[in-house]
């Protein structure tokens, strides 16, 4: 039986979008907080534009508390992915406003991304988050944009969840380990190298 892979682009979307409970429990997990109801602002992928480089298989979506995330699967990562996540993040962000609209409506944004390959190889960790912080006391400039790079290679150096972590905690485990299972019985999994 063929199993399609997760970590493509378009099946992650498409898991994504179709399960909506899915969805939610992948939130939930990745931003550490409750989430229930979330509007995807971006559902349609057209048969026709999904070999079009210019078709986004990034997933946005309005949360029930008026905050928002962009979630991205990347297998592979390019030396410009951080520019692009930012651009994501504050795309969303500044998409929330027109002109003349008052900078109170604003909301947080958070860019979720899911990378099949390391980001940063000197960051051993399965979940990590940026924010806006001074530099040198790290307090916190605003919550209004953050940034969760899950790197799946990092998953067998993420510690066992245990009763001491938080069901968050455990619920990214347990994507991670989804998205890096095996696609067929045998076959040995190509990600964790």
């Known amino acids: 039986m063929l199993v399609l892979d997760p970590k493509?682009?378009?099946?992650?979307?498409?898991?994504?979008?179709?399960?909506?409970?899915?969805?939610?429990?992948?939130?939930?997990?990745?931003?550490?907080?409750?989430?229930?109801?979330p509007t995807v602002l971006n559902p349609g992928i057209l048969g026709a534009q999904v070999r079009n480089k210019q078709v986004g298989l990034d997933l946005r979506v309005a949360l029930d508390d008026g905050s928002r995330a962009d979630l991205e699967m990347q297998r592979r990562v390019p030396d410009n992915l951080a520019a692009r996540l930012v651009y994501y993040g504050t795309r969303d962000y500044s998409d929330q406003l027109v002109r003349g609209d008052d900078y109170g409506r604003l909301?947080?944004?958070?860019?979720?991304?899911?990378?099949?390959?390391?980001?940063?190889?000197?960051?051993?960790?399965?979940?990590?988050?940026?924010?806006?912080?001074?530099?040198?006391?790290?307090?916190?400039?605003?919550?209004?944009?953050?940034?969760?790079?899950?790197?799946?290679?990092?998953?067998r150096h993420s510690p066992v969840p245990s009763t001491e972590s938080s069901?968050?905690?455990?619920?990214?485990?347990?994507?991670?380990?989804?998205?890096?299972?095996?696609r067929s019985l045998g076959e040995e999994d190509e990600m964790m190298s």
């Open 167 to 182: 069901c968050y905690d455990a619920q990214v485990t347990r994507w991670a380990r989804f998205l890096c299972a095996r």
């Open 8 to 37: 493509l682009d378009i099946v992650f979307k498409l898991m994504l979008t179709q399960e909506p409970a899915l969805l939610v429990d992948m939130l939930q997990g990745v931003l550490g907080r409750n989430v229930s109801t």
């Open 107 to 155: 909301t947080p944004t958070s860019v979720i991304a899911w990378l099949g390959q390391p980001m940063f190889r000197d960051l051993r960790r399965l979940h990590s988050v940026f924010e806006l912080r001074e530099r040198h006391t790290h307090k916190l400039f605003s919550d209004h944009l953050a940034f969760h790079i899950v790197q799946l290679p990092y998953l």
